[in-house]
Structures are given as C-alpha cells and as structure tokens.
C-alpha cells in the first residue's frame, strides 16, 4: 500500500509525493484496515532557507502502484 501526497500550488512542489508505504501480502479478495501515518516534515518544501509546511489544500491519494490508484481525500491545512 502505497500514499501520494499532491502539495499546494503555493509549495511550487514536485506534482505528486510518495509519503508513507507499506508491504501487504494477502489471499485472493481477502482486505485487511491500514493505517500509515504521514509525517508533516514529508510535506514540508524548501522555502526562504528553512522547511516550511505550506497553507492550502492537499490531497492525498492510496494507490498499489504510482500508477493505480484505489481512493483520494483532500485536506485543508493552516
């Protein structure tokens, strides 16, 4: 299981983040609750000289691959 992260347009950032994963291994049609912690520092940007988490809305998508994503959620932050 694998989390992106999509910052900010003010962050200027990188347009999608790997923040947290974790190896699964399940029988077929079997599902098992998750649960990964994101890290604040893993959004922070490099701004001015220093790390900053930037205001604004990000979203945060599961997915198995970068390239198959199973759900997404936004929050607001600052």
Do not use: C, H, N
Request: no cysteine.
């Amino acid at each position: 299981m694998q989390v992106y992260a999509t910052l900010p347009s003010a962050a200027a950032a990188e347009p999608r983040r790997l923040v947290a994963f974790r190896k699964v291994t399940l029988p077929p049609a079997a599902s098992r609750r998750l649960r990964l912690t994101v890290p604040a520092q893993d959004l922070a940007v490099w701004k001015a000289g220093s790390w900053t988490l930037v205001s604004g809305a990000y979203t945060f998508a599961t997915a198995r691959s970068s390239r198959s994503f199973t759900a997404r959620r936004t929050l607001t932050i600052g």
